[in-house]
C-alpha cells in the first residue's frame, strides 16, 4: 500500500504554545488529506478535510482558528494546534487519498501530542 | 454515509479463521464497504474494499451479502499480530468520495 508518513511521531509543548504537524504521502499524490484526532480508548474522530490548494473544511464542533490546516501541496498537509492547552493532549492522526474509483485512504503513523 | 454495526470485541485461536461481522443495512447502492484496522497507539492499516463483489488479498477476504446489507471480514490463520480494533466503514467511492467516519470497531483478541 501507499505510504504516508507524520511528523514526529509524539512532541510534548508548554501550554500556551503552538504545534505543527506534519503529514506526507511519500510515493503518491494527495488530492486529498484528512485529520483525526483520538482519545483513549476511543474511536479516531474525524476534524476537517483538505483538498490541495482549497481551504479545508471542519467537522461541526472543531475549532478552525485553533486547528490551522494547510494543503499547499499534492504531498504535504499541516495541521498547527495553536495555543495548545492540557485538553488538547491526543493522538493526531492523517489520512491521505487520491483521486480514483474505489480508492482507499491511507494512514499516517500518528502524533501522540502532550500538553503540559 | 451509512452507519454500521460491529461486535464490541470477539476472541480467536492462534492459527483459526476470524470471522467479524458487519452489519450496514442502510448502505446505497454507491457506497463501498472499507475494512481497516488499528494496532495500539499505531494509525489505521487498510485491508479490503469491495462494492458488491467478494474480494481477496493478501491479509484478507471480503465476503458482502447478496443483499449487501452486511459483510464479513475473514482472516484466515490468524495470528497474534492480528490483535486489533477492526473497523468497518462504507462511503462512497470514486472521485465523489466522502471522509472515512469511523465506529467503535471490533477489537479482536487472538490467543495462542
Known amino acids: 500500500g501507499a505510504v504516508v508518513s507524520q511528523h514526529p511521531s509524539w512532541v510534548i509543548c508548554k501550554s500556551g504554545t503552538s504545534v505543527k504537524i506534519e503529514c506526507r504521502s511519500l510515493?503518491?499524490?494527495?488530492?486529498?488529506m484528512f485529520w483525526y484526532r483520538q482519545f483513549p480508548k476511543q474511536s479516531l474522530m474525524l476534524m476537517a478535510t483538505?483538498?490541495?490548494?482549497?481551504?479545508?473544511?471542519?467537522e461541526q464542533g472543531v475549532e478552525k482558528d485553533k486547528f490551522l490546516i494547510n494543503h499547499a501541496s499534492l504531498t504535504l498537509s499541516t495541521l498547527t494546534v495553536t495555543s495548545a492547552h492540557p485538553e488538547d493532549s491526543s493522538f493526531y492522526i492523517c489520512?491521505?487519498?487520491?483521486?480514483?474509483?474505489?480508492?482507499?485512504?491511507?494512514f499516517g503513523q500518528g502524533t501522540r501530542l502532550t500538553v503540559v | 454515509d451509512a452507519k454500521t454495526t460491529q461486535p464490541t470485541s470477539m476472541d480467536c485461536a492462534e492459527g483459526r479463521a476470524a470471522n467479524l461481522p458487519c452489519n450496514h443495512s442502510?448502505?446505497?447502492?454507491?457506497?463501498?464497504v472499507y475494512w481497516y484496522r488499528q494496532i495500539h497507539s499505531q494509525g489505521p492499516q487498510y485491508i479490503i474494499h469491495?462494492?458488491?463483489n467478494n474480494e481477496t488479498n493478501e491479509m484478507a477476504s471480503l465476503i458482502i451479502t447478496e443483499d449487501r446489507k452486511s459483510s464479513t471480514l475473514i482472516l484466515p490463520h490468524a495470528t497474534l499480530r492480528d490483535t486489533a480494533v477492526y473497523y468497518c466503514?462504507?462511503?462512497?467511492?470514486?472521485?465523489?468520495?466522502?471522509?472515512?467516519?469511523f465506529g467503535q470497531g471490533t477489537e479482536l483478541s487472538v490467543k495462542p
Open positions: 489520512s491521505a487519498r487520491t483521486s480514483g474509483r474505489g480508492t482507499e485512504a491511507f
Open positions: 510515493d503518491f499524490q494527495a488530492t486529498t
Open positions: 483538505s483538498n490541495e490548494g482549497s481551504k479545508a473544511t471542519y
Open positions: 442502510t448502505i446505497s447502492g454507491n457506497e463501498y
Open positions: 469491495g462494492l458488491k
Open positions: 466503514i462504507v462511503r462512497v467511492g470514486g472521485n465523489q468520495g466522502g471522509k472515512l467516519i
